[in-house]
């Protein structure tokens, strides 16, 4: 099995500009995950997916924050009027059906907003 | 509301010597309890993890686990560090949801192995 991989790894942009990360999950992984990580902090959880529907969305997630499953596959998560605050790593995750609790991180996008 | 606490910011271990990681957890109900490990700007791979049943769960690269219910803890062990297990130590317990588990980190562990 390949593994979760996001696309770009590595993004800085100008503060106010948007971002959109990638996210493949693990095939045939039915719930995605995504989560950030700042310097110095275990990650923390911004929202899943279950097959393309957003069923839970943390209070992190400003409204700037938009992440999407289209079609149950991969994952996109974009931010948009970037801030500095906004720099961090943006994990994603993936866990197959009937393992709900056996969750596989991605390497990480890293986000540096200037 | 859920929590992990790592009281040990960073560790400095001998090649060869033994290793405990230290984790207190918080939660209402069963935890499900995991560790991962990060390598610099790499993302998280997991160790091990509890759910039930026998409370030592071995994990990968020779590491353990021992679930304690009595002190909310869920230290991780190995029993000989080589130097390639530098990297950080996310201990977290998982809420679940009913369709899907959330986990909740803590601040993590820098294990430093000197040769």
Partial sequence: DTGVSQDPRHKITKRGQNVTFRCDPISEHNRLYWYRQTLGQGPEFLTYFQNEAQLEKSRLLSDRFSAERPKGSFSTLEIQRTEQGDSAMYLCASSPPGQRNTIYFGEGSWLTVV | ?115
């Fill in chain 2, 1 to 115: 509301a859920q929590s992990v606490t790592q009281p040990d910011i960073h560790i400095t271990v001998s090649e060869g010597a033994s290793l405990e990681l230290r984790c207190n957890y918080s939660y209402g109900a069963t935890p499900y309890l995991f560790w991962y490990v990060q390598s610099p700007g790499q993302g998280l791979q997991l160790l091990l993890k509890y759910f039930s049943g026998d409370t030592l769960v071995q994990g990968i690269k020779g590491f353990e686990a021992e679930f304690k219910r009595s002190q909310s803890s869920f230290n991780l062990r190995k029993p000989s560090v080589h130097w390639s297990d530098a990297a950080e130590y996310f201990c977290a317990v998982g809420t679940d949801t009913g369709t899907a588990s959330k986990l909740t980190f803590g601040t993590g562990t820098r294990l430093q192995v000197t040769l």
